[in-house]
T-cell receptor
Framework: DGGITQSPKYLFRKEGQNVTLSCEQNLNHDAMYWYRQDPGQGLRLIYYSQIVNDFQKGDIAEGYSVSREKKESFPLTVTSAQKNPTAFYLC????????????FGPGTRLTVT | GENVEQHPSTLSVQEGDSAVIKCTYSDSASNYFPWYKQELGKGPQLIIDIRSNVGEKKDQRIAVTLNKTAKHFSLHITETQPEDSAVYFCAASLPSGGSYIPTFGRGTSLIVHP
């Protein structure tokens, strides 16, 4: 089956620790995205990557970092500099740069205490 | 940048009734308007979309209308069923340097009572 996988589904961390969220796709999509979802806030763009070895900041990139070393993978690191990291994180992909339709993964719920 | 407003935030209907969710956008250059359905604990899934050269699009019980002059678009669900209960997001996609990153509304929680 083709699709986007995110792991783990639930993640717990202590304040001050960095944590990396996994996102993998086997759709052969060039573009990948990370969103943060908070109650009543919709989806806010953290980072996106149009192609391997390239990525751009979204609207709320502060405290986050990404890498895109492989086409299939776009991991997101939530650093200790992110002031309010507890949220639901969604990864998405689209066929190519300039393509509209996005396909979303199932999400990772991160809780930092 | 683009700004998308979505209303209502919560919509409660009886099974069989129609449901309408409305969105407005700010930038007239936006040219793609998708609607996503998100079930509890899952990622959003595209249910219907419309491009700026079309005024209306239907897919079975779901339809979307677009008014470019007024800069608003709406999702219509007819003959609602309990499985339609979910959070629905609208988005507007603004072409910027060749990229089409959408701006999302805040979501509407639709509850369909049996």
């Amino acid at each position: 089956d083709g699709g986007i996988t995110q792991s783990p589904k639930y993640l717990f961390r202590k304040e001050g620790q960095n944590v990396t969220l996994s996102c993998e796709q086997n759709l052969n999509h060039d573009a990948m995205y990370w969103y943060r979802q908070d109650p009543g806030q919709g989806l806010r763009l953290i980072y996106y990557s149009q192609i391997v070895n390239d990525f751009q900041k979204g609207d709320i990139a502060e405290g986050y970092s990404v890498s895109r070393e492989k086409k299939e993978s776009f991991p997101l690191t939530v650093t200790s500099a992110q002031k309010n990291p507890t949220a639901f994180y969604l990864c998405a992909s689209s066929i190519s740069y300039g393509t509209h339709e996005q396909y979303f993964g199932p999400g990772t719920r991160l809780t930092v205490t | 940048g683009e700004n998308v407003e979505q209303h209502p935030s919560t919509l409660s209907v009886q099974e069989g009734d129609s449901a309408v969710i409305k969105c407005t956008y700010s930038d007239s250059a936006s040219n793609y308007f998708p609607w996503y359905k998100q079930e509890l604990g899952k990622g959003p899934q595209l249910i219907i979309d419309i491009r700026s050269n079309v005024g209306e699009k239907k897919d079975q019980r779901i339809a979307v209308t677009l008014n470019k002059t007024a800069k608003h678009f709406s999702l219509h669900i007819t003959e609602t069923q309990p499985e339609d209960s979910a959070v629905y997001f609208c988005a507007a996609s603004l072409p910027s340097g060749g990229s089409y990153i959408p701006t999302f509304g805040r979501g509407t929680s639709l509850i369909v009572h049996p």
